[in-house]
Antibody
Framework: EVQLVETGGGLIQPGGSLRLSCAAS????????MSWVRQAPGKGLEWVSS???????YYADSVKGRFTISRDSSKNTLYLQMNSLRPEDTAVYYC?????????????WGQGTLVTVSS | DIQMTQSPSSLSASVGDRVTITCRAS??????LNWYQQKPGKAPKLLIY???SLQSGVPSRFSGSGSGTDFTLTISSLQPEDFATYYC?????????FGGGTKVEIK
């Protein structure tokens, strides 16, 4: 069974840093297309970042230069390093995986981890 | 960026009703259109991928259609567990973008 478990969220002051982790089981992170998607309180879904199996990474303009997506094959884990955090980054962050190989949506989602940026 | 516009933003319906939600892309995305269902406090769940393919395990009352810029999600006979928010998402190009969501409420 495929499972994604996010950790690392919490309350952080503006300008601070956090690293989110997404531990996967049932499939190999490094062989699949993985992404982070966030949802601000009461709002819709917003794509944040993606990493392809080949290692190419992509970011939303709103986080480019501040966030870094990466993965650790030995731990089968996806990460999101978030620096220079702003109040508008407050959201539930989901990791999501597309194991189809055809960019046809995210079949697998974690439960989400809440990041609150506030002084 | 490709803008995704969903309509309506909310609707009220009764159990057994046929429900249709539309999604329009600001430019052609071929069939790279996916639909998700999200219930409060839960992660989204993929329902339909590639515009019209039913994700494994999803009931057959859900269906999708369309290509290019105009797409539709249909629930043929609304069930109590279908009351949720639905999002479309284009996977044609980066940045990936979602529609604003359609909240389906009980009439």
């Amino acid at each position: 069974e495929v499972q994604l478990v996010e950790t690392g969220g919490g309350l952080i002051q503006p300008g601070g840093s956090l690293r989110l982790s997404c531990a996967a089981s049932g499939f190999t992170v490094s062989s699949n297309y993985m992404s982070w998607v966030r949802q601000a309180p009461g709002k819709g879904l917003e794509w944040v970042s993606s990493i392809y199996s080949g290692g190419n990474t992509y970011y939303a303009d709103s986080v480019k230069g501040r966030f870094t997506i990466s993965r650790d094959s030995s731990k089968n884990t996806l990460y999101l390093q978030m620096n220079s955090l702003r109040p508008e980054d407050t959201a539930v962050y989901y990791c999501a995986g597309d194991t189809s190989g055809y960019s046809v949506g995210f079949q697998h989602w974690g439960q989400g981890t809440l990041v609150t940026v506030s002084s | 960026d490709i803008q995704m516009t969903q309509s309506p933003s909310s609707l009220s319906a009764s159990v057994g009703d046929r429900v249709t939600i539309t999604c329009r892309a600001s430019q052609s995305i071929s069939s790279y259109l996916n639909w998700y269902q999200q219930k409060p406090g839960k992660a989204p769940k993929l329902l339909i991928y590639a515009a019209s393919s039913l994700q494994s395990g999803v009931p057959s009352r859900f269906s999708g259609s369309g290509s290019g810029t105009d797409f539709t999600l249909t629930i043929s006979s609304l069930q109590p567990e279908d009351f949720a928010t639905y999002y479309c998402q284009q996977s044609s190009r980066i940045p990936l973008t979602f529609g604003g969501g359609t909240k389906v409420e009980i009439k």
